[in-house]
């Protein structure tokens, strides 16, 4: 009985504790990167390198796939069907995937089992791949290991996805890891609307021994600058973002997009009021398509695509361990989103933009065949 009334005791104490910091976002954040900073390593990781043939990439045919690895992406179906999707149902991997899990399970066991359920080990061509829920953003890493050249990678998120935790792979550590990885020669990051606070307090809790990454690591916020951020870099300083606003913002690091075939990494997250499972940005959907259209048209050649932050409809997703850390962790997003209330119009953007998205690239392909 006092074991019973001593574990109430404690589960109202952190539920009052969670209640309490919500309402302020600066003791919030505080209290996130603290828990934070005591998981980060203090000496990062080497991250040991993929096995790739490096003669072994052309860039044509594109191909277009369909990661299954949460049923997110079924709602899309109807598109996807109708084209010339490849599909590959990973759901077991999804389930091992979600949210966290060890680094040495992430590249081992289910990096082998991607690798023999895609059929080879690298990609041979410019492949689109639509993966789902951004609570498996770190599907992405798998992916870019699978790239057998130098690239530079356009990483559309709201979020840096840069903490370096200890022996563990986050949806929002992997690009920390992305930064490590010989084949990425720069990383663009668009779209970011994080608070100031959070820029800063990811770069102080940076591994000192890490710190050399960030000449790596270009950062281009929708409004406000920030520690990784000057204000030359934010995309709305002047005024509405156009083509024009780009080529101005983007001219002193064209020469350096061109050096190298361009792979994109896109997290919808990035767009305004999306239905993510965060927080989202302050993109609007035509300057999301601007953004990425520049990019685009600005490539010397493309190397590859994934796209993700498709809506999670699995009614059973906060069942699972991982959902249980996710609402301890995340619990003011998802109150103040709304997650849960799925509605049809939440399937209509999401599939609208997996068409647009899907439909940038291809015609972009198809100019290239001619």
């Known amino acids: ?16 504790l969670i209640t309490l910091v919500s309402f302020s976002i600066e003791i919030r954040d505080r209290v996130a990167w603290f828990i934070l900073s005591l998981m980060t390593e203090k000496q990062h990781e080497p991250l040991v390198e993929k096995d790739l043939c490096l003669t072994g990439f052309s860039f044509s045919p594109f191909i277009s796939r369909i990661v299954d690895l949460d049923s997110s992406i079924i709602p899309f179906q109807a598109f996807w069907k109708s084209q010339d999707f490849k599909v590959y149902s990973l759901k077991d991997v999804g389930r091992i995937m979600r949210l966290i899990l060890p680094r040495s399970l992430l590249l081992g066991f289910v ?4 690798d023999q359920r895609l059929g080879s080990s690298q990609e041979t061509s410019p492949t689109l791949t639509f993966y789902g829920d951004d609570t498996n953003n770190h599907f992405s890493l798998l992916l870019l290991r699978r790239i057998p050249i130098k690239v530079n990678v356009i990483f559309f998120d709201n979020h840096l996805d840069s903490v370096f935790l200890k022996g563990f792979e986050h949806c929002g550590s992997w690009m920390a890891r992305g930064l490590m990885m010989e ?3 720069k990383v663009f990051h668009i779209g970011s609307d994080e608070s100031p606070f959070e820029h800063q307090s990811c770069l102080e809790i940076w591994p000192k021994s890490a710190k050399g990454l960030l000449s790596k690591l270009h950062v281009f916020r929708t409004r406000n600058s920030s520690v990784f951020c000057p204000s030359s870099n934010v995309l709305r300083s002047r005024g509405e973002i156009t083509i ?3 080529e101005k913002i983007f001219a002193p690091h064209i020469d350096e997009l061109r050096k190298y075939p361009l792979y994109f990494c896109l997290d919808k997250d990035c767009i305004i009021n999306y239905p993510a499972q965060w927080s989202t940005g302050q993109l609007s959907v035509e300057e999301f398509f601007t953004c990425l259209r520049f990019f685009i048209n600005s490539a010397s050649s493309i190397a590859g695509a994934d796209v993700c932050g498709d809506h999670n409809h699995d009614k059973y997703y906060y069942n699972r361990f991982s959902g249980w850390y996710n609402l301890f962790f995340h619990y003011f997003e998802l109150l103040m989103d709304d997650y849960h209330l799925v509605k049809e119009s939440t399937y209509e953007l999401n599939n609208m933009l997996n068409e647009r998205i899907y439909c940038e690239f291809k015609t972009y392909f198809d100019n290239a065949s001619t």
């Open 1 to 16: 009985m006092i074991a019973l009334i001593t574990f109430v005791i404690i589960l109202l104490f952190f539920i009052g």
């Open 111 to 114: 990096e082998k089992t991607v």
């Open 183 to 185: 084949n990425v020669n």
């Open 244 to 246: 024009s606003s780009l």
